[in-house]
């Protein structure tokens, strides 16, 4: 499955932007889906997943409360809205994919996905 990722952009602390990962190549529903990120000079951390099928979600504690992963299959697309920014959120982001069987229930680690995006970056002005 190959992934396109978009929405990032310039945007003031405590505003929101909604990014958007679109998938070609198979069918988004075979995949469970997560979102991480990288700042400059930092390693790459998970920032929430979502099962095939959305039955289940997970979200990094640095995001609880602000952010909100969810998929749509039938548009072959996952997103990450994300509210109340910080300044601390500036990154680039990336979606990825790992195929699974079952529903399954998203992991954090990055190399539990094959697929990969080729990010898009969010800047939060303070």
């Known amino acids: 499955v190959q992934l396109q990722a978009s929405g990032g952009g310039l945007v003031q602390a405590g505003g929101s932007l909604r990014l958007s990962c679109a998938a070609s190549?198979?069918?988004?529903?075979?995949?469970?889906m997560g979102w991480f990120r990288q700042a400059p000079g930092k390693e790459r951390e998970f920032v929430a997943g979502?099962?095939?099928?959305?039955?289940?979600?997970y979200l990094a504690d640095s995001v609880k409360g602000r952010f909100t992963i969810s998929r749509d299959n039938a548009k072959n697309t996952a997103y990450l809205q994300m509210n109340s920014l910080k300044y601390e959120d500036t990154a680039v982001y990336y979606c990825?994919?790992?195929?699974?069987?079952?529903?399954?229930?998203?992991?954090?680690?990055?190399?539990?996905?094959?697929?990969w995006g080729q990010g898009t970056l969010v800047t939060v002005s303070s």
């Open positions: 979502i099962s095939r099928n959305g039955g289940s979600s």
């Open positions: 190549g198979r069918t988004l529903s075979d995949y469970i």
């Open positions: 990825a994919a790992e195929f699974s069987p079952l529903e399954g229930v998203p992991r954090t680690p990055g190399d539990a996905y094959y697929n």
